[in-house]
């Protein structure tokens, strides 16, 4: 007897900065035959065209005025994800200081908000057997109709924690300076009018502060194979 291929599913990751949506994502998508597609990669790709062709980021006119101007492509392969700025690979600089610490004010803007929106939903509704999306305003505003919504939370001692042990080696690394910027960073993102970083109202809290990363990718796991088993 043939066995049915597993219906394609829309899974909806946000949460604040380093509570592990991006780790998360890629494996239970690579767990379960899904694209991937790192929404915070694509806000800091056109923070990046900004800051490199001279646009004042603290200027949300002039973000909004050159929002349309570079062409952004993200690759979905969750096993090998990219994301690329009118055709040059930006998966390095987008990761710097800079990019991180101008991101919010970029992403803020209405203008970029709808264009990237528009581009997150188009990839979603190409991906044929379901895709994983991770961000911010996911579960709420791009994709409100996703088959399942997850809302990823830890402390801020554990987030800093964690991305300070990422930092190690590679620039300074200052635990309470970490922690002070990603609080910052959150407040920021949460603060703004358009679509700001929350939880849906059906999505499923999870506090990934006591648990491992490979924890938190079997729940989410589970999660979505009862989803589609509910479906059936
Ligand atoms: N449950 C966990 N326990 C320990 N470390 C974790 C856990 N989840 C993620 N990490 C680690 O924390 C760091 C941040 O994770 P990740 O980049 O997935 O977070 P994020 O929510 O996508 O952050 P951002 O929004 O800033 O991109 C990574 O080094 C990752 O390996
Ligand atoms: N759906 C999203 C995703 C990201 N952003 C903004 C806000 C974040 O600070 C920034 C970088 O995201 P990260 O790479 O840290 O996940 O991008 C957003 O506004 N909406």
């Known amino acids: 007897m043939e066995?049915?291929?597993?219906?394609?599913?829309?899974v909806a990751i946000d949460g604040p900065s380093g509570t592990g949506k991006s780790s998360t994502s890629k494996a239970v998508a690579a767990k379960?035959?899904?694209?991937?597609?790192?929404t915070g990669a694509q806000y800091r790709a056109i923070t990046w065209w900004?800051?490199?062709?001279?646009?004042d980021t603290d200027d949300p006119h002039a973000i909004a005025v050159a929002a349309g101007?570079?062409?952004?492509v993200s690759g979905t392969d969750p096993a090998a994800p990219t994301i690329t700025v009118d055709g040059l690979d930006a998966s390095g600089p987008i990761r710097t200081q800079e990019v991180t610490s101008k991101v919010s004010a970029v992403s803020a803007v209405p203008e970029v908000r709808t264009l990237i929106t528009e581009l997150q939903r188009s990839i979603a509704a190409s991906a044929q057997g379901g895709i994983v999306v991770e961000g911010r305003d996911i579960g709420t505003t791009v994709l409100p109709d996703a088959d399942l919504k997850i809302f990823l939370t830890a402390s801020p001692e554990?987030?800093?924690?964690?991305r300070s042990g990422e930092l190690r080696g590679k620039e300074a690394t200052d635990l309470a300076a970490t922690k002070e910027a990603l609080i910052k960073r959150d407040a920021a993102d949460s603060g703004r009018k358009t679509s700001p970083l929350a939880k849906a109202g059906d999505a499923v809290e999870v506090d990934t502060t006591e648990l491992t990363l490979d924890q938190v990718i079997e729940c989410v796991v589970t999660l979505v194979e009862e989803k589609r088993a509910g479906r059936k």
């Open 3 to 10: 066995t049915a291929a597993p219906s394609a599913v829309i």
């Open 69 to 72: 101007k570079p062409g952004i």
């Open 50 to 55: 900004m800051i490199t062709n001279g646009v």
């Open 158 to 162: 554990a987030r800093a924690a964690r």
């Open 32 to 38: 379960l035959g899904l694209r991937y597609l790192d």
